[in-house]
């Protein structure tokens, strides 16, 4: 993955993070915001039911408490009491009591619990209201609520009961009014909020009126039911959240611990889901314009940072191809101009560097070739020298002998010539190594033959050659001669790590791309520092020899297009690895 690609997707995940973040944030803030709001409303609607509830509950036993208190009343007791009173007289007294007292439920009942009169249900005449004579302390009782029996109908009425005592004979009045769509109406709605009311067994009033659909709040009225106490409950009416309702219901209790009803106060929550989602619309759109951003960002970016920077790359890449002259173009004076100006600046002393150390090496090995050429031909020229002097010698004081010494002193010239000859001619071949001629060769086969040159060497030193070729090595194109001649010398160089005997491993494997060449010995071993300098041409660590073989070997190695590595520890022995394409 570029940078530049990096650069967007951090830009991208920034801006989606932030957003995301933000706006899970302001929708939590703006949910509590609305949740309180509500609450608060609901709140203050449930205290205006309680004043209210208390207001009427005031008045209806007010209403009743005149009507027990009022002359006509008392003189109806009164005549009723009588041994030969007659109820039915009075019979329709109850409406227009009723009616002038504002009471949608009044009836006058007897001591023995018949009612006498009853004004939203005349025909009631007679029947018995036995729950009525079951209490004696009526004039101290708060309204409560009952259900009333209507022709038609039930409803939820709120009822006070008072007691006319006269001589012997009592008469109890039942007044009160319904909780109906008119008890609804009195209350102040803030806008989005609606009051219900249900009574039992399964109505539920607003005030426009029944409502037929009441299904969605069969759980919350059977909550309340249940726990006799309020309840708050989202109510999904269909049609998606906009159309949700937060209702708290307030449970409506008989004198006997009954459930009368509930009073439910719904909160539509319409304006909480389009400003959701008017929030969530704003984070499409702030996201979207963050990936603008992001991407202008990304183009200015790639402009000031990652062009510069590719072209850095571009030049440390051909400073690694061994291209020192290697210069990027300076743009601004910013950390990365910079870099720039040091990265050219570094190239330059790189390159200086790099002719000093030419120049160094250079020096080195003439000095290093003229010490081993001098140490070579010092050998040969020291007995030259004493065959000469020993001519002379003989010529002049044994001219008799001359012959005889002439004759041995010319063999043994001859052999020391031979000898310049040959360290003239190493010296030679290493410095006119020819390019190699390329031809299929088996690997394998070139190994075997190699080895082969060495048996009787081997034997004789005491070494155990371990032989571990491999079945999957392909041919390879080398020039056969060059390539036995490197494995010749790597073995010479083993065997001359193993004056004592030791074990010879010799390996070839396939390789990704290539195959491979291994060779190990258990000699004495090699430091680091001998390592490093093992391939110098003329460096050796023997007393004999003129430090090219295995100078030879790495130009071979490397005139195939290969590479050759050491691996060796004191006393540990030493593997030499040859990679070939």
């Known amino acids: 993955m570029t940078f530049r690609t990096r650069l967007l997707l951090l830009f991208l995940l920034t801006v989606v993070v932030v957003v995301l973040v933000a706006g899970a944030i302001v929708s939590a803030a703006t949910r509590r915001a609305f949740e309180r709001m509500d609450a608060q409303r609901v709140a203050a609607l449930v205290a205006q039911f309680g004043r209210e509830f208390a207001r009427r509950s005031h008045d209806i036993a007010q209403r009743v408490q005149d009507i027990a208190t009022a002359d006509s009343t008392l003189s109806l007791a009164i005549n009723l009491g009588r041994p030969d009173a007659e109820p039915a007289a009075y019979v329709n007294d109850a409406q227009p009591l009723a009616a002038a007292h504002n009471l949608d439920f009044l009836e006058l009942v007897s001591a023995s619990g018949a009612i006498v009169s009853s004004a939203q249900w005349p025909a009631r005449f007679g029947y018995q209201e036995d729950w009525v004579t079951q209490r004696d302390n009526w004039n101290a009782t708060n309204p409560f609520l009952r259900r009333e029996d209507l022709p038609t109908d039930q409803a939820l009425a709120l009822i006070a009961v008072r007691v006319v005592n006269v001589a012997d004979s ?3 009045v039942i007044g009160g009014a319904a909780l109906d769509r008119d008890f609804l109406a009195s209350f102040t709605l803030p806008a989005g909020m609606r009051a219900l009311l249900y009574r039992e067994p399964a109505a539920v009033i607003s005030t426009a009126g029944p409502l037929q659909d009441t299904a969605a709040l069969k759980p919350l009225i059977d909550d309340v039911r249940a ?6 409950r989202t109510i999904a009416w269909g049609g998606g959240a906009i159309h949700d309702e937060a209702f708290h219901a307030i449970p409506l209790i008989g004198p006997d611990k009954g459930f009368m009803g509930a009073f439910l106060v719904g909160s539509s929550r319409a304006e909480q889901v389009r400003f959701e989602r008017f929030l969530g619309n704003m984070q499409l759109l702030v996201a979207a314009g963050g990936i603008g951003l992001a991407l202008l960002l990304t183009l200015w970016t790639t402009r000031r940072i990652t062009r510069p920077v590719e072209a850095l790359a571009a030049g440390a890449r051909q400073v690694a191809g061994g291209d020192w002259t290697a210069q990027v173009n300076v743009h601004g004076n910013d950390e990365i101009g910079q870099l720039a100006v040091a990265f050219n600046q570094m190239t ?14 250079r020096v080195a090995a003439w000095r290093e070739l003229a010490r081993r050429l001098a140490h070579e031909l010092k050998n040969p020229l020291f007995p030259l020298q004493i065959t000469v002097e020993n001519l002379q010698r003989a010529r002049e004081t044994h001219p008799e002998q001359f012959d005889e010494v002439f004759r041995e002193s010319t063999a043994t010239l001859l052999g020391e010539l031979a000898k310049l000859r040959g360290i003239v001619g190493r010296f030679s071949d290493f410095a006119r190594m020819p ?14 033959d190699s080895l082969k040159l060495f048996d009787a ?11 571990e070729l491999g079945a999957g090595v392909r041919a390879i194109q080398a020039d ?30 396939a390789r990704e791309g290539g195959v491979r060449f291994e060779i190990a010995d258990t000699g004495q071993g090699l430091t680091p520092e001998e390592c490093r300098r093992l391939f110098t041409p003329y460096y050796t660590t023997k007393t004999h020899g003129t430090g090219l073989g295995l100078a030879i070997v790495q130009s071979v190695v490397s005139d195939h297009g290969g590479k050759i590595t050491v691996e060796s520890q004191p006393g540990q022995g030493a593997c030499f690895t040859i990679d070939l394409v």
């Open 480 to 509: 056969p001669n060059q390539l036995g001649r490197a494995v010749q010398n790597l073995v010479l160089n083993a065997l001359d790590a193993m004056p004592s005997g030791g074990t010879l491993t010799v390996r070839t494997s």
């Open 170 to 172: 009592k008469l109890y």
């Open 457 to 467: 060497q081997m034997a004789a030193a005491g070494v155990t050659l371990r032989l």
């Open 227 to 232: 726990k006799r106490g309020e309840v708050t």
């Open 435 to 448: 390019p190699p001629e390329r031809e299929t060769v088996d690997l394998n086969g070139l190994v075997r």
């Open 348 to 361: 330059r002393q790189l390159l200086e560097q790099r002719e000093r150390l030419v120049q160094t090496e």
